[in-house]
């Protein structure tokens, strides 16, 4: 308590009162301004760190988010090549069937021949399939064609594969992948061997019977692939969906830490005015002095 | 003889309140002079060997050392706080928030890795990652340049400080001379006195002082080390010359000190408190930590991609082992080296489409960092900024703290030493009564006198 008032004291309070304010004053506007709570990292340390943290969790997300876009147009081009593949060995065991036992004549299985022939292009053709110029069952890889084609001089049947061995694998979060591929081989290998055998067979006039039981094993590792690819684009779909909330809530919670809150503010600004006004008036009263009630 | 005691008795009472109400003048006078004094002229009853009445003893200051001593060092500590906390903000500056930070650029840098890992053999991406790659080397740049020109800045500012204490030093030893000429030839030394506390004032704004006041009115000055400033007359000579430490950007950065008789700089010591003290702290503690975490971050960044760009299992788009992508031997330096896109070694084996080496770039954003004492990229960088705002925050808070604590120790001075109007006016009616009083004395005993006159006459 200072026992004795001066006229500099009470300029100096008023003074130091009325610049308190307007500083006050000045970071409710620049707040209101920004719309930021947290313009420099002084304004909340531990906030700023943690701001830091969320854009960095928001921008990993939104890359993944890209990346998941990817596999899943990936998978769903895999999805219906497969189904497609599984049309041509459809039909290529219907041919079987109608070509096999005595019935059929040598005319007619060389006809159904030159159709399998065209299966077995068309087949290859799906194993070559391209995404943004990537082999979808090779690898990702862009470049030359995974599979060799029908036509190509010393085409094996056997080993028409030539693309990478290793599966393409993305990351989808932290510490998970996903595998995007299955070497084209491993998914075609079968259906192009049984293709190419029914062909042959039907092309020396022979009944095709034997080709039944390939045609369906290789139909068999179709769909199981199919099921896989179908799986793994379900984890793909999952993953997008986790990825968006994770964004979502990445957002919310930066926003609560970085973000002014308006009403609050300009609650605030409202009185820090009221209290600027009253603090000038008592500047006013300042004046007032001794000489306006006494004549010397 | 008794009536010739009022005559004298009334003149000295009009003496007396004629020097009061001079008194009274100026400090009226001075109500708005910093630094100013009150004064207050002492009266004291005139024996009756000398015919009664009143006389002036002196025209005294009223000051108290103890708050003048505390308003001083609360003066240091609050132009201190003040000037750590504008330069703190300052370095804090360099360390924006958002996605202008370095933070920003780390997250855009794994974003296109991750961007590769999905397209490794696409073009685009490579090169895209290369720009993010020098969008991130470029921001770490300009930091530690931001930086290293903070610290030069506030090196001259020190100097500029150590001037000023040179010649605020030369000016209070010359008014300690003029003070003790005036107080030994009993001329009025208060002006003086008011001068000298004021430059006083404006040294323990640049540095923490003590002072001790001599028999003879002068007053010696001393360094918080105990280094003497000002002896009696005679200053110091306090100068800044290029030191044997050097700064961020290589030059040499100043010693302030006292010069020796030898020629040598003494050194003011530790913290000399002040603005000078504040700027020195700045440029030898703050601004060289925040550059050493951020070259820690740079050379760490640097080996940690490099060492996946350059795994001898990696390969680049024609199948080569890499080069290093980052070069530099510090945030300073640092720089993009690699320049071909192609050079780019996403893969870990010669298949096209492979992008094993880019997912272990990816995973250099999640990864924990030994020399970052197992914190991962982002993570330290956050810290880092959360610790340069936390020391701005704290500064400010110091500094908020400090020019309260300087109010109140100023406001206690003046509740001793300051000027009250309403006070003054009263004394100069008081006076003013006396004087008119005194004037009636000198009246009436001259009325009386002429009377006895009257009765001689008759």
Known sequence: MIARVTQSTMIRDLLGDVRRLERRMADAQAALTSGKRLRTASDDPTGAALAERLRGESRDLAALRETVSFATAVLGAQDEVLAQADGILARARELAAQQSGSFASTASRQAAA????????????????????????????????????????????????????????????????????????????????????????????????????????????????????????????????????????????????????????????????TALQAALQAGNVLQESILDHFRL | MALLDVLQIGRSGLVAQQRALRTTGVNVANVNTPGYSRQRTDLAPEAASRGY??????????VDALLEARVRAQTSAAAGSGARRDLLDAVQASFPVGSA???????????????????????????????????????????????????????????????????????????????????????????????????????????????????????????????????????????ARAGTATGLDGDALHEIGVVAPDGSLIPLGGDPGGTLGAALAVRDESVPDAAARLDLLATTLRDAVNAVQTDPAGRDLDGLVGDPLFAGTGALDLTVALTDPRGIAAARSATPGDNANALALVALQTAGQGPLSGATFGDFFGALQARVGADARDAEDRASVDATLLDSAAAQRDAVSGVNLEEEFTDLIRFQRAFQASAQLVTLGDRLLESVLDMVRR
């Open chain 1, 114 to 273: 030159e159709e399998v022939a065209e299966l077995e292009r068309a087949l290859l053709s799906l194993g070559n399939t391209t995404i943004g110029g990537r082999a979808i069952f090779g690898g990702l890889a862009s470049g030359t064609a995974p599979f060799a084609q029908l036509d190509d001089p010393g085409f094996d049947p056997l080993n028409p594969y030539s693309g990478p061995t290793d599966p393409f694998v993305v990351r989808t979060a932290d510490d998970t992948t996903l595998r995007l591929t299955t070497r084209g081989d491993q998914v075609f290998g079968a259906a192009i061997a049984a293709l190419d055998g029914l062909r042959q067979t039907l092309e020396g006039g022979a009944s095709p019977e034997a080709s039944l039981d390939a045609l369906d094993q290789a139909a068999e590792v179709m769909r199981a692939e199919r099921a896989s690819v179908g799986g793994r684009a379900r984890r793909a779909s999952e993953r997008a969906d986790e990825i968006r909330a994770g964004l979502t809530r990445a957002e919310v919670q930066l926003g609560a830490v970085e973000d002014a809150d308006f009403a609050a503010v300009v609650t605030e600004l409202t009185q820090l005015q």
């Open chain 2, 53 to 62: 009445g009143v006389r002036v003893t002196g025209v005294e200051q009223i």
């Open chain 2, 101 to 239: 930070s370095i933070g920003g650029a780390l997250q855009d840098f794994f974003a296109s890795a991750s961007a590769l890992s999905t397209h490794p053999a696409d073009l685009a991406a490579r090169t895209d990652l290369l720009q993010r790659a020098e969008a991130l080397a470029q921001r770490i740049r300009g930091t530690a340049r931001d930086l290293a020109t903070l610290q030069r800045e506030t090196d001259r500012r020190a100097v500029d400080e150590a001037g000023e204490v040179a010649a605020l030093l030369e000016r209070v030893a010359t008014l300690n001379r003029d003070v003790a000429r005036a107080t030994a030839t009993g001329g009025d030394a208060n002006a003086l006195r008011d001068q000298r506390r004021q430059a006083l004032d404006a040294l323990a704004g640049h540095v923490a002082i003590r002072t001790v006041e001599r028999d003879d009115g002068t007053v010696d000055v001393f360094a918080r080390s105990g280094l003497g400033l000002v002896l009696g007359t005679e200053a110091a000579r306090v100068e």
